[in-house]
């Protein structure tokens, strides 16, 4: 809304404000906002939700200063969720449908995290939602998401074309609004695709419809059906695999917040034609307005982690697991860098198949030895550790630590051929 106001400032040449043309001040002034609301708003929220006792039901999994944290209070991911979407609303271009996306991310899956934990603090029900129910809605907001990606004519991309193929020095890009340039993508033409970008190998772009060009005339039907079911299993799997990191103190909000400067940083680059003509990569016009929500989305998780880290004042709930990884989801896909994800999420992924291995490994060794037996102490893999005598607190610092070489390791990717 701020955005339109400068605009319009900016063209009576009021002084200042053509500040808000710029990508990095927007950037900048969102992590500020979401930080301060997240910081002095929190304080009054968790005195709120304890008078409503409003309060987490631990279950006793024998685990070190579990107990403890009985009574603590929950749905914190309603504070997440304020301040991601303020400075969204305030400092963005509401018309991008990059951040109308975005927004209805965000909303569609608070209600589904705040339908969970509803369900847990109010009606005394520990298992929540089924989980039916949150992969339909997964399945739901999948959906949306590919038919947008798939046919919404801003959603486009641009390649490189060789810069002898054109002379023409009066068609310009802008660098963040200011520097005049001319690049590769300059009189490339905006294509919809089905493309993504994928590590390791040349020009670092895999084409879905590849998958289905051996069908013959149905293969652009079947392709984007294809294209949607991988969109709808990434948005699941992050999603889930957020939730499952959200079990110590600070966990889940502090690896959110290195991968969402990952995700910051990927944004920005592929909105920008020099960095993208630099860095071989395709130019995904308007996506740039993306850096501003994942600049929220760092402050909104640095802030909560403010309140959520040892010993937690606050947790965050299914309201904030589900909706940080079902955002951090839908960022990759719509900057398309989704295949990025194992390293960018790795933590997630890890996480996730600690889980998945325990359970296999249990049943594997009941069918065969008539006994189950466990592959980690216990899962997911940081309840491992604990069982192992680390405190909660070293552990996530060294899965903070963990992330930001993934975060490292996912940006040199866009480099290494």
């Known amino acids: 809304m701020l955005y339109y106001l400068f605009d319009w400032l900016a063209t009576m040449d009021f002084p200042g404000a053509r500040l808000f043309q710029y990508i990095s001040f927007r950037a900048s002034l969102a992590i500020i906002i979401s930080l301060f609301i997240s910081l002095i708003i929190g304080k009054k929220v968790i005195n709120i939700l304890r008078k ?4 987490e039901d631990i279950r006793d999994l024998g685990l070190a200063g579990q107990m403890e944290k009985k009574g603590t209070p929950t749905m914190g991911g309603l504070l997440i969720i304020a301040s991601i979407l303020v400075p969204v609303l305030l400092l963005t271009k509401l018309h991008n449908i990059y951040i109308i996306l975005m927004i209805f ?22 298992d929540g939602l089924s989980g039916k129910k949150k992969l339909l809605g997964q ?58 970008t994928i590590p390791f190998i040349k020009n670092n772009e895999f084409d879905y419809a590849w998958l289905t060009n051996w069908i013959g ?91 959520n880290c040892y010993p937690a004042q606050i947790f965050m709930g299914d309201t ?23 390293i960018l999420c790795g933590v997630f992924v890890v996480q996730s198949l600690s889980v998945i291995i325990q359970v296999c490994y249990f049943k594997y060794t009941k069918k065969k030895y008539g006994e189950g037996k466990r592959y980690l102490l216990m899962a997911p893999l940081h309840h491992h550790y604990q069982k192992k005598g680390l405190h909660e607190s070293k552990i996530v610092q060294r899965f903070i630590v963990v992330g930001i070489m993934l975060a490292v390791l996912t940006v040199v990717t866009l480099k290494v051929r």
């Open 139 to 196: 399945i739901i907001l999948g959906v949306i998401v590919g038919v947008v990606m798939a046919f919404h004519p801003d959603v486009v991309i641009k390649e490189k074309i060789d810069r002898t193929e054109f002379t023409t020095t009066d068609q310009i890009f802008t660098f963040d609004n200011a520097q005049k340039t001319e690049t590769a993508f300059t009189n490339s033409p905006a294509e919809h695709s089905t493309k993504t």
């Open 105 to 126: 991310t965000t909303i569609w899956l608070g209600i589904l995290g705040f339908a969970d934990d509803y369900i847990k603090v109010y009606k005394k029900n520990k």
């Open 52 to 55: 409503k006792q409003i309060g």
């Open 320 to 342: 904030g697991s589900l909706t940080l990884g079902g955002i951090i989801a839908v960022l990759c896909i719509i900057i398309r860098k989704e295949l990025l994800i194992p």
């Open 217 to 307: 005339d149905d293969s652009g039907v079947v392709g984007t059906i294809v294209y949607i079911l991988i969109i709808i299993f990434v948005i699941a799997a992050v999603s889930n695999g957020a939730n499952l990191t959200d079990g110590l103190d600070g966990l889940a909000t502090g690896t959110s917040s290195v991968i969402a400067v990952g995700i910051a940083v990927l944004a920005y680059v592929s909105g920008n034609a020099i960095f993208a003509d630099y860095l071989n990569i395709m130019y995904i016009p308007n996506i740039s307005e993306v850096v501003i929500f994942t600049a929220s989305l760092i402050g909104a998780c640095i802030g909560f982690y403010w309140w």
